[in-house]
């Protein structure tokens, strides 16, 4: 890790030195970019899904329950982002199981593999002889060396994506609004749900290598909380978020650069100075109608 | 007269008991019945079953349903419903017509001019582009009203349709009931036994067992045979159909749970 730093500190040392024009040319800014593309695609679309459906809690828990399957995967020596994948889609399955099977309660069920998740993960670290290298970067994320096979992944995964909402979008828009309606019209309500969580959890993993852990959760319910406040229906909310996810990357990847500071944390910052600007825009709007309105009277 | 439904000795409940015993109803073209009895008497898993919602655990449940796409039409209560979720009262309209056999929703350009028909026939195309948290209650349920009528279906169930309506908006949709009752039989869930009992023909009263009473005017000496239980409201302006609280055996006194001075007496 420690060379990891001072490789990053190097390439930042020597952004500084250059123009904007200089940084392009630059692979990694080249693939950085990238992700941050294809991280807002995915995130835009799953994130307006899982904010529209009120899943954020359960998002939470499928991203730390994954951090389980990174420590088995170093410890099998194996791809961590596999058994990322595998732990995030098994606790997704398993949180909606348990809440509907037994008498657990959902949002204990979360509570329980969100922290076993991360004690595997922990156990399973520790145990594995020498050292783990990219450990901070599964916890903070590092857009900046995401690898072209990361990006290939990144890009199946929002071709993906884009083709489910592409063929079902009604259909999902409708079992989420009312799911027992759509029952009672013998809509095929399970095998969506089953299919959107798995769809979730892929999207998590896979962007775990950009925002990390911890901060994933910020892709996928920031811009769609931005895009809320100025359109009602879902397809505007995952456009606009989609725009916003980039966008804010982007303004966040320039900051860390010039500022060198870590570019997960300041793209999540850029996130949310966003938002508050768009709510006090929002907030000044309306209290300009509200205003308009009486005034007309 | 043709049958719709028909259901057959059925009894169901949850895991935690028997909710509906040996209760046998049928419903036919152009029925009109109003479903009442008092809160947990059974009557929403009277609606599950007739939804296929739930399976019963004995008896049968026959559909004559030989018409392409929904056969039902349902007006679910509103107290599940997120109020905040984003979608437009025209997708909330088309979502009528989804189906199994039917995951590629692609909406064509007339079911669209039928969503927007539907609308104007009650009163709110201007809200169609909406979106359902910018709604009232009562305009939220004239939405609900085209979701279960744009599929064109040959019954129409309303669970509690009067709950989160305004008073001249019930009035209104009772009267578009007896309309839509030329072309399909309604099943019409209530509290408000007064009110329903004056637009609907048959009154089925539910509580655990299921008592048909083929005409809309039940009788005193009738409901002290049946053990129902009823919460009655009258209105002045409505012919008065007086029913009385009945309690279960224990206590043969008769209690009006809602006095009215100029019916009574």
Known sequence: MAMILNTTTLTNTLILTNSMAGILSFDFVIHAVIAAFLASITCGFIGAYIVARRMVFISGGITHASFGGIGLGYFLGINPILGAAIFSILSAFGIRLVSKQTDIREDSAIGILWSFGMAVGIIFIYLTPGYAPNLMSYLFGSILTVTIADLSMMGILAAITIAVFLFFYRTILFISFDEEYARSHNAPVETFNYLMLTLVALVIVINIRVAGIILVISYLTIPQSTANLFVNDLKKIIFLSVLISFSGSCIGLLISYYWNIPSGATIIFVFVLIFMIARAIAYLRSSKQRNGSIAER | ?265
């Open chain 2, 1 to 265: 007269m043709p049958e719709l439904i028909k259901l057959e000795n059925v009894t169901a409940g949850y895991d935690n008991g028997i909710v509906l015993r040996d209760v046998s109803l049928t419903v036919s073209n152009n029925d009109f019945i109003g479903v009442i009895g008092p809160n947990g008497g059974g009557k929403t898993t009277l609606i599950k079953l007739v939804l296929g919602l739930i399976k019963p655990i004995s008896g049968t449940i026959t559909r004559f349903d030989n018409q392409e796409g929904n056969f039902i039409g349902y007006l679910p209560q509103q107290s599940h419903i997120d109020r905040k979720f984003p979608i437009t009262v025209r997708d909330i309209v088309l979502s009528g017509l989804m189906s199994a056999g039917k995951p590629l929703n692609r909406y064509s350009s007339k079911n669209k001019t039928q969503a927007f028909g539907l609308l104007e026939q009650m009163g709110i195309p201007h809200l169609a582009n909406r979106t359902a948290g910018e709604l009232s209650g009562g305009q939220l349920q004239r939405v609900f009203i085209c979701r279960a009528l744009i599929s064109t279906p040959k019954l129409l169930i309303l669970d509690e349709p009067n709950t989160f309506v305004d008073n001249r908006f019930e009035h209104e949709m009772y009267e578009l009931l007896q309309e839509f009752n030329k072309r399909m039989a309604i099943l019409i869930i209530s509290h408000d036994v007064g009110t329903i009992s004056y637009f609907v023909k048959t009154i089925a009263c539910v509580n655990t067992y299921l008592h048909y009473h083929p005409s809309n005017i039940i009788t005193e000496e009738q409901l002290a045979g049946y053990n129902c239980p009823l919460q009655i409201i009258t209105h002045g302006d409505v012919p008065h159909t007086v029913l009385q609280k009945h309690d279960h055996g224990h206590d043969s006194e008769h209690n009006h749970s809602h006095q009215h001075p100029h019916t009574h007496e």
